[in-house]
């Protein structure tokens, strides 16, 4: 039997459940929208250590920690690991893989991880290769910059069409259970590359990859927006946010008001972080605090979690490629039966 | 019911097989060993572009849409492809999958993304959840020594203890059939490091990876290293796979003449590669032709491919931190019926 329909839909039948979550972010977040629903915001962003990657690793593996310890099981009966992050050969998910001692797979997907994570997760224990796994990501505003950008001892200004990278991690513990969160489904992205190359433009690289992969749901599975409480993007931040409610709309679908982005919604408007947050952490620390707590309080029943992932390098650019971009979206409802 | 025995093996019990497969390598590499098993070997290790990435990029786009082609089946009914290499965010295959078209998952585990790549498509694939997956990696040597290393322009000199990264790449279509190649089990690893922090002693850093991730193998399928027909670690190169027989003896298991490792076997003696080859592409490429040809052939029936990955990065390194590594193994056969 396939377990999928479409073409990029995979039906999770034995509906792996959310059996723990952590969500840790850094000091500016925490002064966010978000700040209280975080379960940890830390005030010193070296968080102990001496290097800014060694910080993020460092609170990776605390959240990945945390995450487990709130599931309530133990480490040795996590059954894999499933990681990746923004830093050159995801150092921050394999160092943290070492500390935490569970077979370990590493991911990357740029900013779509938290997804790509989950969905890879949800495969796993609904194909029934192991019973409890951890899926995590995260990112550091300073660690990004200095990768990616400009180490911020130049002072470097941003341009307006910039995102902030989020310092903020996200774990989620999936396991097989009779009520809780479920994931219900997933669809995994196509690479899109509409040929952006602007990399202080991440909204507009894409938007046309969220496009794709929510337009490839709502077709493969015969829904419409209005069918999901929340249909939340990880990080397109304000401007490919709105890109994106046009390209859906070009395509015959409305996006309303229960449509959302966390690259938006992270900072307040004072922040001053132009289009908003951005990053693997962002998308990951919303999901685990926010959204998640507003579907076991009910308040949320049937979500869509599309996060999105620039796939460049510093050199793919500077030899002049364009950004591709990929998006994975995960269905996640609470109560009731699998509605597809 | 728990597709899983011990503690990390996966059992494939709808037995995915191998439809397709291909192998590139690079002019040094056909001069190699191996030489006239690879399906293609380019003489111009730029394959006509104008960097050592872009060409790494061609040569593995190249190796995903050959081996499709070799297996028959139409790239739409393609229905995932999992990839990844060494390039700083695996721009390699992202790239190659934004030319490829089909829903990407991309992986990061270093030089064992062979193994990690066949047991993320194997579980795709067993658990339903599509038809026919590509999992692909490869390496090529100019692009990991800029970016590892040094650039080849400085001429500087290499250790004794260093490996030469392979230029090559490969990739194996899976689906389901009644007969040829079995993707029988796997086991995942954990990442496991021994404070080897000699960045030119790659096989030091991934010998006790592989250790562990065997020994698990063994004690949780009860078998034997005997059974085997062949176990093959990706490229430990010479050092390493003297270490990785000492660690088993120790451990009270005998690798004997059935144990070989590709990136000892890969260069002849007079191509002064001190410790032999390595990079994602050295087991890749092997595995995917001469492998795989003695398997059809009958002449090998049970193998065990493990692919080893040390995880650091140039920065990690710098930061003074040790080489974290990990390997995965996966159990392939050919006629018979499943012998787990």
Same mark, same amino acid.
């Given at each position: 039997?396939?377990?999928?329909?479409?073409?990029?839909?995979?039906?999770?039948?034995?509906?792996?459940?959310?059996?723990?979550?952590?969500?840790?972010?850094?000091?500016?977040? +925490?002064?966010?929208?978000?700040?209280?629903?975080?379960?940890?915001?830390?005030?010193?962003?070296?968080?102990?250590?001496?290097?800014?990657? %060694?910080?993020?690793?460092?609170?990776?593996?605390?959240?990945?920690?945390?995450?487990?310890? !709130?599931?309530?099981?133990?480490? =040795?009966?996590? =059954?894999?690991?499933?990681?990746?992050?923004?830093?050159?050969?995801?150092?921050?998910?394999?160092?943290?893989?070492?500390?935490?001692?569970?077979?370990?797979?590493?991911?990357?997907?740029?900013?779509?991880?938290?997804?790509?994570?989950?969905?890879?997760?949800?495969?796993?224990?609904?194909?029934?290769?192991?019973?409890?796994?951890?899926?995590?990501?995260?990112?550091?505003?300073?660690?990004?910059?200095?990768?990616?950008?400009?180490?911020?001892?130049?002072?470097?200004?941003?341009?307006?069409?910039?995102?902030?990278?989020?310092?903020?991690?996200?774990?989620?513990?999936?396991?097989?259970?009779?009520? +809780?969160?479920?994931?219900?489904?997933?669809?995994? +992205?196509?690479?899109?590359?509409?040929?952006?190359?602007?990399?202080?433009?991440?909204?507009?690289?894409?938007?046309?990859?969220?496009?794709?992969?929510?337009?490839?749901?709502?077709?493969?599975?015969?829904?419409?927006?209005?069918?999901?409480?929340?249909?939340?993007?990880?990080?397109?931040?304000?401007?490919?946010?709105?890109?994106?409610?046009?390209?859906?709309?070009?395509?015959?679908?409305?996006?309303?008001?229960?449509?959302?982005?966390?690259?938006?919604?992270?900072?307040?408007?004072?922040?001053?972080?132009?289009?908003?947050?951005?990053?693997?952490?962002?998308?990951?620390?919303?999901?685990?605090?926010?959204?998640?707590?507003?579907?076991? %309080?009910?308040?949320?029943?049937?979500?869509?979690?599309?996060?999105?992932?620039?796939?460049?390098?510093?050199?793919?650019?500077?030899?002049?490629?364009?950004?591709?971009?990929?998006?994975?979206?995960?269905?996640?409802?609470?109560? +009731? %039966?699998? !509605?597809?």
């Amino acid at each position: 039997m396939l377990n999928r329909i479409g073409k990029q839909t995979l039906i999770f039948r034995n509906r792996p459940r959310v059996l723990g979550r952590f969500s840790l972010v850094g000091p500016k977040e +925490g002064r966010g929208n978000f700040g209280k629903f975080f379960h940890k915001v830390i005030e010193d962003d070296l968080f102990g250590e001496n290097t800014y990657e %060694k910080a993020e690793c460092k609170m990776l593996n605390y959240t990945i920690t945390e995450a487990i310890n !709130n599931s309530g099981i133990k480490k =040795d009966e996590i =059954d894999a690991l499933f990681a990746g992050d923004l830093m050159n050969q995801i150092i921050s998910s394999s160092f943290s893989a070492r500390t935490i001692g569970v077979p370990y797979i590493g991911l990357f997907g740029a900013c779509s991880t938290m997804a790509e994570s989950i969905i890879m997760g949800a495969c796993y224990v609904d194909g029934g290769f192991g019973r409890n796994v951890a899926c995590a990501t995260g990112s550091h505003f300073s660690s990004a910059e200095k990768q990616f950008r400009y180490p911020l001892e130049l002072g470097t200004q941003r341009p307006p069409s910039s995102q902030w990278t989020v310092t903020g991690m996200g774990c989620t513990i999936l396991g097989r259970a009779q009520s +809780g969160i479920a994931v219900e489904s997933a669809t995994i +992205g196509n690479v899109i590359d509409w040929n952006v190359s602007d990399v202080n433009n991440m909204g507009a690289a894409m938007a046309p990859a969220a496009m794709s992969t929510l337009k490839a749901h709502l077709d493969d599975t015969g829904k419409q927006p209005s069918d999901y409480d929340l249909i939340v993007t990880g990080d397109l931040g304000k401007l490919g946010s709105e890109i994106l409610m046009d390209l859906m709309e070009y395509n015959g679908y409305h996006l309303g008001n229960n449509y959302s982005d966390c690259g938006q919604m992270m900072f307040t408007n004072t922040q001053k972080t132009f289009m908003g947050g951005s990053g693997c952490g962002c998308g990951a620390s919303i999901l685990n605090s926010y959204i998640f707590d507003r579907m076991e %309080k009910g308040e949320l029943k049937n979500v869509l979690f599309i996060a999105t992932g620039a796939l460049m390098s510093t050199l793919s650019s500077q030899q002049g490629n364009s950004i591709p971009a990929i998006a994975h979206a995960v269905a996640l409802s609470i109560g +009731g %039966k699998q !509605n597809v």
